[in-house]
């Protein structure tokens, strides 16, 4: 499949067809996955019709490939916008630990869509030159982050960014991914917004304990 990844604008929000077609695509993979949403069900979603579906975008795997593309560009994009090189590095490893924690919580679709490519077993991502070229800013932004604080010897020498990224990744994915059956189990009737923060809170120290010596 070639890369659809210029089809789309970066920022669909809904003005046009064919970005009522990729949100409603979005929203069905993320509650559907790739073989339990429909054209039909995209086309209904969005107001049209699935012959027009098929003219924006082909066929559904070339819309859900996009929408990979999509929700992986979203979350790369909120990190550059931190302007953390102007942060001391504790602080910039902090800024980025919250904010990464506070993305996966606001965007729930893009965890489900991640989920599901998992356990097609990266199937799509294989196809995709720009997930791997997107991707790469996750590592630079802490390897630049570590290397200052390094510098300083504020951070353990031996920490890499894979590991980092790995550790704040795991945390924030795991809240989302499993608060409906770790709520059930461990923490009914627990206040939603203070069980937040307090995990929030929690994200930021493990990276810390982690990180520093």
């Given at each position: 499949?070639?890369?659809?990844?210029?089809?789309?604008?970066?920022?669909?929000?809904?003005?046009?067809?064919?970005?009522?077609?990729?949100?409603?695509?979005?929203?069905?993979?993320?509650?559907?996955?790739?073989?339990?949403?429909?054209?039909?069900?995209?086309a209904?979603?969005?107001?049209?019709?699935?012959?027009?579906?098929?003219?924006?975008?082909?066929?559904?795997?070339?819309?859900?490939?996009?929408?990979?593309?999509?929700?992986?560009?979203?979350?790369?994009?909120?990190?550059?916008?931190?302007?953390?090189?102007?942060?001391?590095?504790?602080?910039?490893?902090?800024?980025?630990?919250?904010?990464?924690?506070?993305?996966?919580?606001?965007?729930?679709?893009?965890?489900?869509?991640?989920?599901?490519?998992?356990?097609?077993?990266?199937?799509?991502?294989?196809?995709?030159?720009?997930?791997?070229?997107?991707?790469?800013?996750?590592?630079?932004?802490?390897?630049t982050?570590?290397?200052?604080?390094?510098?300083?010897?504020?951070?353990?020498?031996?920490?890499?960014?894979?590991?980092?990224?790995?550790?704040?990744?795991?945390?924030?994915?795991?809240?989302?991914?499993?608060?409906y059956?770790?709520?059930?189990?461990?923490?009914?009737g627990?206040?939603?917004?203070?069980?937040?923060?307090?995990?929030?809170?929690?994200?930021?120290?493990?990276?810390?304990?982690?990180?520093?010596?």
């Amino acid at each position: 499949m070639s890369n659809p990844g210029s089809e789309l604008s970066d920022n669909p929000d809904g003005s046009s067809l064919k970005d009522k077609i990729f949100l409603s695509g979005l929203a069905l993979f993320a509650e559907y996955g790739l073989n339990g949403a429909r054209m039909e069900q995209i086309a209904e979603k969005a107001g049209t019709t699935k012959r027009m579906v098929v003219y924006h975008f082909k066929t559904k795997e070339n819309l859900y490939l996009l929408v990979l593309e999509y929700v992986y560009t979203q979350i790369r994009a909120s990190e550059k916008q931190l302007s953390l090189d102007d942060m001391p590095p504790v602080e910039a490893l902090v800024q980025l630990v919250e904010t990464t924690f506070d993305y996966h919580t606001d965007h729930p679709d893009y965890i489900r869509i991640i989920c599901m490519e998992n356990m097609q077993r990266g199937r799509f991502m294989q196809q995709s030159a720009l997930l791997r070229q997107v991707n790469r800013s996750a590592l630079e932004l802490l390897e630049t982050i570590l290397e200052r604080g390094k510098a300083r010897q504020l951070f353990n020498p031996t920490v890499n960014a894979r590991d980092l990224h790995r550790l704040i990744s795991s945390f924030s994915f795991h809240y989302v991914a499993n608060s409906y059956t770790f709520t059930l189990l461990f923490e009914e009737g627990a206040d939603e917004q203070a069980q937040r923060q307090h995990y929030r809170k929690m994200a930021v120290q493990v990276a810390l304990r982690y990180t520093c010596p």
